[in-house]
């Protein structure tokens, strides 16, 4: 990353933004935000392990990706098993030759229902915090383990903007989400002398399948949905206005920023 932070001084400001030789893990990549970002990342010249449970999800963004002339490696993977999580890292670094950026977007509810902390089953508490924070930790430990002998890299939290406010019926999310959120902090000053920067992306209101669902809405409800959430620039968010954040923090644009998480929501 050294080498990548003292090239980015020679280049010129759009060439600072290019991923040409990158490799980039996104978990969660089979659809939705992932997907959006791993067609973004790909478009800037790097090219896309995508990871998730869905098999022939992961495998249909591939061969987009392949389409833009990127290679494109499709893994199944379960980001709450941390032994599946280190084999995605390990394999990224061996099939692809290299390991530079993670991005961990996996994310969500199983069951999506909305509950209050008073009706929540244990079993909910735990599958959200593991699904949406540990599996987090487990992804920049895998990444970062092989980041720091290998010239070091980004790592990319997505987090909400739930994270810094309160959010009745979806608790357990917006705790897990603010975890990542300091989690983002502490990595970036304990991996930022190994050539390691951390930092996080907070989407809005994005209506994603799994959006849609949680809330009990249908496709035909988004064009309301600006207006229902008060968003000043008057509309939801889409997974491609995530994806250039993501080519900034992972690009020599962003060399000297670690840390931080950026807030995408259409407004303040």
């Given at each position: 990353m050294e080498a990548l932070r003292l090239q980015g001084e020679q280049m010129s400001i759009l060439d600072q933004f290019k991923l040409d030789g990158q490799?980039?893990?996104?978990?969660?990549?089979?659809?939705?935000i992932g997907e959006g970002i791993a067609l973004?990342?790909?478009?800037?010249?790097?090219?896309?392990?995508?990871?998730?449970?869905r098999t022939a999800e992961v495998e249909a963004v591939a061969e987009k990706i392949r389409a833009l002339g990127r290679r494109a490696l499709p893994v199944t993977c379960d980001v709450m098993e941390i032994e599946q999580v280190q084999a995605l890292a390990q394999q990224a670094f061996t099939d692809m030759g290299g390991l530079t950026c993670w991005i961990s977007n996996a994310g969500g509810?199983?069951?999506?229902?909305?509950?209050?902390?008073?009706?929540?089953?244990?079993?909910?508490?735990?599958?959200?915090?593991?699904?949406?924070?540990?599996a987090v930790w487990t992804g920049a430990q895998a990444a970062a383990?092989?980041?720091?002998?290998?010239?070091?890299?980004?790592?990319?939290?997505?987090?909400?903007?739930?994270?810094g406010r309160a959010s009745p019926f979806n608790g357990p999310y917006a705790v897990a989400k603010s975890g990542v959120d300091n989690l983002t902090q502490t990595l970036a000053a304990e991996l930022a002398a190994l050539g390691i920067r951390v930092n996080g992306v907070a989407p809005g209101p994005i209506p994603t399948e799994v959006f849609l669902e949680f809330l009990k809405l249908e496709?035909?409800?988004?064009?309301?949905?600006?207006?229902?959430?008060?968003?000043?620039?008057?509309?939801?968010?889409?997974?491609?206005?995530?994806?250039?954040?993501?080519?900034?923090?992972?690009?020599?644009?962003?060399?000297?920023?670690?840390?931080?998480?950026i807030k995408i929501t259409g407004g303040p």
């Open positions: 490799v980039v893990v996104v978990t969660g990549g089979g659809r939705g973004g990342m790909a478009e800037a010249g790097a090219d896309i392990v995508l990871a998730a449970r509810a199983d069951d999506r229902v909305p509950r209050t902390f008073l009706e929540m089953p244990e079993r909910q508490w735990d599958f959200q915090l593991n699904l949406n924070l540990k383990n092989i980041m720091k002998d290998n010239g070091g890299g980004t790592i990319i939290n997505i987090s909400s903007v739930a994270a496709e035909k409800d988004i064009p309301e949905l600006g207006e229902r959430f008060q968003i000043p620039l008057g509309r939801t968010g889409t997974p491609e206005d995530i994806a250039p954040a993501c080519v900034y923090l992972a690009s020599a644009a962003s060399s000297w920023m670690t840390g931080h998480t």
